[in-house]
């Protein structure tokens, strides 16, 4: 009897215990945890306002709440565009995009791919970091190319659940949150009305495109659980900045375009809508010329952490003092080289 204890107690009692740990282990592995971190309020606000207005000929961000992210979403599995009812041609050709389009066009898909492609190590530049699938569950970026009007405005309705009319912008960006996950619905280009708009349309395609994938790293290196306040010319300003290594974007802008800028504050949104794009870039472009790119890198980095003002406070600027110059810059703007392209 002794005996029988002593063989319970030292093997059968381990033996028992190792099964039900592992067996709570491997329970509570996929459960969540059981402190839920939360969106600030504040931060919420701005998410969802962002895109409640489309404006015609820019491009356009808008944020989507949705109710989850299952788990064939991060695989690009359950893409607009992978049905073959869509009626889109699909094409993985490398490790970090998927490409839809309405014509089975490869030659043109493989310049778009070489753009995108381009834009990783200046991104990283400007923006601290690319956004590799592996970061984000192994989703690869979706960039849809629509060369007609209807798959355009197919698409953007698709990806963003509203029935707004898109027709008569360039390009838009696609992002969606629940809870505390956030992931990149896709990159729709309007490649049919750019063609049909510019003399340059080569161009003016890679300015999109990189201009939509600022958006995709800026939104997607955001800290959700954080009070954040991105403010329209924050990201469109960054995202023209950006572009403009592509094509100069912000060009000479007239008296009135000079004052209607001037009249906003770095602590808001900027009105009219436009402003935030020309506006915005000529921020980035003042901080550059004032304090170098290493600090434009900071400030930017601060942004997916912080409000404006605590951007400004950790790198020991004052925001009006900043408001003051940058307001004199845009005064004093006279760029004229109209249609500088770098690249
Ligand atoms: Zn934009």
Known sequence: MQRL???????LFPLCWNIVFMFWCNEIRNSKSLVEVIIPESTKVFLDSIGSRIIEG?????????????????????????????????????????????????????DIQQYAIEAIEPLIEVMGHYIYPYQVRG???????????????????????????????????????????????????NKGNIYELSNTPEIDLKATLWHEMNHYVFFQSLDLS????????????????????VREQTLLLS?????????????????PYTDNYS???LFYRYFEMQYGKQDV?????????MSLIES????????????????EFVKNNDYEQENKIYK
């Open 5 to 11: 204890r002593f063989v319970i107690f030292v093997f």
């Open 58 to 110: 820019v491009d356009n961000v808008v944020v989507v709440e949705i109710d989850s992210i299952d788990k064939n979403s991060w695989t690009n599995i359950t893409d607009y565009g992978q049905d073959d009812s869509d009626d889109l041609y699909r094409y993985e050709i490398d490790s970090l995009f998927v490409f839809y389009s309405d014509l089975d066009e490869l030659e043109i898909i493989n």
């Open 139 to 189: 989703r690869k970026l979706p960039i849809y190319i629509c060369n007609k009007e209807e798959t355009y405005q197919k698409v953007c309705q698709t990806l963003t659940h509203r029935n707004t009319d898109f027709t008569d912008t360039w390009g838009l960006h696609v992002h969606a949150y629940c809870g505390l996950e956030t992931q990149t619905s896709g990159v729709i280009l």
């Open 226 to 245: 954080k009070e954040l306040t991105p403010y329209v010319w924050m990201y469109e300003g960054l995202a023209d900045y950006f572009a403009s290594l």
């Open 255 to 271: 008296e009135s375009q000079k004052q209607s800028i001037m009249k906003n504050t770095l602590q808001s949104s900027f009105d």
């Open 279 to 281: 506006g915005g870039e």
């Open 297 to 305: 890198l900071t400030l930017v980095k601060s942004f997916y952490t």
């Open 312 to 327: 400004f406070n950790s790198m020991n600027k004052d925001v009006y003092q900043e408001e003051q110059q940058w307001k």
